[in-house]
Structure formats: structure tokens, C-alpha cells
């Protein structure tokens, strides 16, 4: 026979006899706590008060049958998975079906063999039993995990405290390592490491030039005797701090040890902007220091150096740094001199420079290329703006922004303005000719300073107009502003004559200078042309704010147009169509181009 497992077991059947027999059965084969229930409502009170190991469920019943019973405990989360076993006189398929649908595990005719009943009772209980330790075994095994979740993540906790240590530590002996003690600026490990860095941009790129100024106090050790070493490092930090006023953040300036100082300033355009920096710091050594009781006065030597592609090693640059400083020491101190092969390199490119332009003009290397202007209101070019560039044999391309100042400076930039007023003017000549361009088609040319104030600039002018047979109405001359307000009587002799022969009169770059409404309205000049830096902020959000909308607004009062030079995107295309521009161009429209790319320009006629 067999011997059932201690359970607590639920019979439930509405013929009393059948639940004699069945609890006298299963009470002698077990320990098993057998409870009776002889009609479904009984049956649900019982299982809800005591939830049994196992039931075993008659069908057929008044009121509540079996079927019911057995689904009312299964919509119950408590009642849900207690197993049933259905026994009833029920034999067909049908009958059985549906047992099993409603989550029945098994399923026994009567009459009904007692052995039977016994073993598939035994083997719902065992399964139980087994359910049962299996949900305990996954309780524990969470527990477990949680528990090691949380051990994991004490040590988590544990070790990001420790990499924020370590960081702080790391912190600390980077501190110490590259930063000064005393004054709290990088030191010289520190700055010869940034000044490495400015090397290797040297050696990347020709061009490119920084500057070291070796600064050393002057009379620092009398201070430091007659006042005391505590004295003389509070002096240091004042100085470094008054110091740090004068530097730009992209600027490094170190203590490389006792009273000298260095700044390193990366990207310099030329040795003009530390010569500034320098007698900067020198006028701020006029003002005492305020050292406790005291007002201490000391002055400072500057040495100058100017980085370039000939420096290969940082400790070149400040030997020849503190060369110069010690060379204003001698010189009788409180003064800046500046590293005399620097200079003397610095003065050597712009004689080679001057040298290679003039030979340029005559070697044809200088070439025009033509950038569109175009009509914001048709979208059709209206003009082309005429752009000097400079194809050096060796070189190569060499930048308008190196060459056109040492030009100026030399006053090469009359002739080379002169031949490009008439290369421009003979050009639109060919186009007029070849039909590319109508009769309101326009070429627009820089002035520069130089050749706007030169005696015979109208006569010149003339004279070109003349030659190439090209009406003064399609010749626009832009000036700067900045140019206008150097030599205003001057000027507006020259703009006045110029104006009488209809030639257009164009301010360049508006919005970068002075941009005063008196002047505007004192020369006689048709359009202003808006600065790309401006275009480049236009966006939806500025459209009706800043000074774009108020300069276009300001020339339409005074009868000008408007041309918004670099426009690079079709938003800031939309927005200044929106503001009412008249004209505009940018690599959006194109790029500056050669005379055969323009001509393949005009041909096509686009339309934007």
C-alpha cells in the first residue's frame, strides 16, 4: 500500500457515504489532516480558512456543482494554485476536457479503486511538496542575492569613495607637481610642457607663432633682505596675482622659481601683441604693493622672445628669453627688450615678402578671383566682388591677411591696387562684351586705406574707366569704416568726387567700427555692407533683435542698400529675405572663383 506524506486535505462531496469512505482510506494510509465539506459554499469556507495541501472535488452537487467551485478558487490569488483533483461518475471526454480547463490536475471516475485514488493522491502531494520546496529554495536564493546585491553594492560604494581618494590624491600631487607653492601658478615643469606644445604647433605649421616674456623683479633681494623673506613671499603673491589681471585665459603665466616670472602667449599674429603685453606690465609696476605696513616699490625687466619654426626646443626659447631680459637689466632695468634673432627673422620675412611682391606684380602671380552678389529678391547675381589672391612659386598660397598690411606698410598696395581696379574693370569689360552680363551688372573692389588717400586716386581712376570703356555706374568702391573715420576731411573730398562721376560708394565691414549715424549721413555713400561676424549669429531667436534688423532699418531711412556678406545657410538666407535685404553673398551662393569657373557661373545664370 501506499503511505501518503502529512498534508492537510480538503473532500469535498454532497453523498455523506463517499466521504466516509474516502477520509477512513486516506486517514489510515497517512497523518494526513482529512476535512470534509459537503457542498461547494462549504468547500470555499474551508479552503479560504485553512488553505489545504490538496482537494479532492465531487462534480455533480446542488446549488454550487464542481465546476464552479473549482473556478471560484482558482480566481482567488490565495486559493489559486491549490491542486485539485476531480472524482465523479462523469466519463466522458467532454467532462474530463473541461475539468483540466479550469486548472484541474488530474481527473478520476467512480466507482473509483481506492489504490488508485491513493497513488495519484500520493503523487499530487509529492508534487506539491516539491512546488513548496522549490518556492522556498527561490525565497532563500533571492534573499541571497539580495543580500550579496547589497554586499556588492557596499563595495561599489566602498570603491567609489576610494577613486574619489585617489582623484583627490592625484589631485593633490598634480598640484605639487606642476603648480607653484607659494603663489599658486604653474610652475616651470608645467610651463614647459604647455611651451612644448606651442613648439610642435611651429612644427605643423610654419606660420604659426607664440611669444614668451621672461619677467624678473627688480630689486627684489634688497626687499627680501632689508624686509624679511616672509615679506618677500607675500611680494610674490601680489605680484602674481596683479599679474593674472593682465593675461588672457588662453594665456600661461608660471613662477619658474624665486622672483622671475614667465608668460607664455600661444597664437600671436606678430611680436606687436606681447611688445603691448610688456609695457602693460611694466605700468603696473608703477603702483606699489600694499605688504602689510609697508608700500613696497619694485620694477621689472622684461625679456621678449617670438616663437617660431626655427625653435625646436623649449629650452632654446627661454635661454633666449632670459637673454633679453638680462639685456634690459643692463640697459639700466624697468624696461622690455626683445630677443635680437626673433627680430631680426621677423624683419627678414617681410623684406623677403616685399621683395617677392614685387616681383609678383610682374610675374603675373597675383590673380583675381570674383565672388557673386546676389539679389535676395530675384535670387539672380547682380554683381561680383573682385578678391586679390597671391600664388607665391615656393610658397604657395599666401594669405591676403599676411600680405595686403606689409603691402600697405610698403606702399606696394598702390600699384597692386591699381592693377587690380584695372584687371577687374577690363574684365567685366570682356563679360559685357561676351553678353554674360547685362547692363545693370556691377564689380565691387576693395579700397584700402593706403590708396584711398592717395593724390591722383580719382585721375587713376579715371583714367582706367576710360581704357576698358566701362561705365562708372557699374563700378562699386567698398571702403571700411574704420578707414573713413583715420581721414574724414580727406575722405569726404574723395567720396564727393567720386560720387559726381555715379561710380557706387559701399561701407565695408558696417558694425565692426565706429558705425556713428553722423558719419553716415556726412558721406555720400549708397549701400553698407554687413559684417559676416554678424551673419554668422542671425538666427530665428536674434531675428528681430540686435543690430541687423537696425542697420538695415537705418539704411533704408537714408536711401541705402544692404548687402549681408557670409551667408553660409538657407536659415540665414530666410531670415534676412525676412528682414527685407536687398543683397547678399557667401559660400552659400559660392566660394570666390577663378575667371573660368566665373564664367561658368554667368553661363548657367542660377537662380537661389
Known sequence: MNHLPAADILIVDDTPENLR????????????????????????????????????????????????????????????????????????????????????????????????????????????????????????????VEERTRQLEDLNRELIQEIIERKRVQSQLLEMAFYDALTGLPNRSLFIDRLNKEIKHTSCNSSYLF????????????????????????????????????????????????????????????????????QMLLDMFASPFEIRQWQVFTGASVGIVLGHAGYTKSEHVLRDADTAMYRAKALGKAQYQVFDTAMHEAVLRLLQLETDMRRALEAQEFVLHYQPIVSLTTGHITGLEALLRWQHPQQGFISPIEFIPIAEETGLILSIGEWVIRTACQQLRNWQQQGLVDQRFSVSINLSARQFVQTNLIQQIDQILFETQISPFHLKLEITESNIMNNTKLVTSILKQLKK????????????????????????????KIDRSFIQRLTKSSVNSGLIPAIISIARAMQMSVVAEGIETLEQLTLLKHLNCELGQGYLFSAPLSIAETNELLIKNPCW
Open 211 to 278: 611669444a614668451v616674456l621672461f619677467l624678473d623683479c627688480d630689486r627684489f633681494k634688497v626687499i627680501n633682505d632689508s624686509l624679511g623673506h616672509l615679506v618677500g613671499d607675500e611680494l610674490l603673491i601680489a605680484i602674481a596675482q596683479r599679474l593674472q589681471h593682465y593675461v588672457k585665459q588662453t594665456d600661461t603665466i608660471a613662477r619658474l622659481g624665486g622672483d622671475e616670472f614667465a608668460i607664455l602667449m600661444p597664437n600671436v599674429p606678430n611680436l606687436d601683441s606681447a611688445i603691448q603685453l610688456a
Open 501 to 528: 562721376r555715379r561710380i557706387h560708394l559701399s561701407i565695408d565691414d558696417f558694425g565692426t567700427g565706429y558705425s556713428s549715424l553722423s558719419y553716415l549721413q556726412a558721406f555720400p555713400a549708397d549701400s553698407l
Open 21 to 144: 469512505l474516502l477520509s477512513v482510506m486516506l486517514s489510515k494510509q497517512s497523518d494526513c489532516v482529512v476535512r470534509k465539506a459537503l457542498s461547494g459554499q462549504a468547500a470555499l469556507v474551508a479552503a479560504q480558512t485553512v488553505i489545504p495541501d490538496l482537494i479532492l472535488l465531487d462534480i455533480m452537487m446542488p446549488d454550487m456543482d464542481g465546476y464552479q467551485v473549482c473556478q471560484h478558487l482558482k480566481s482567488v490569488p490565495a486559493t489559486a494554485d491549490i491542486p485539485i483533483i476531480f472524482l465523479s461518475a462523469l466519463n466522458e471526454t467532454f467532462d474530463k476536457v473541461k475539468a483540466f480547463q479550469l486548472g484541474a490536475v488530474d481527473y478520476i471516475t467512480k466507482p473509483f479503486q481506492f489504490e488508485e485514488v491513493l497513488t495519484r493522491v500520493q503523487t499530487q502531494l509529492m508534487l506539491g511538496q516539491r512546488s513548496r520546496d522549490i518556492r522556498q529554495l527561490n525565497a532563500e536564493l533571492e534573499k541571497r
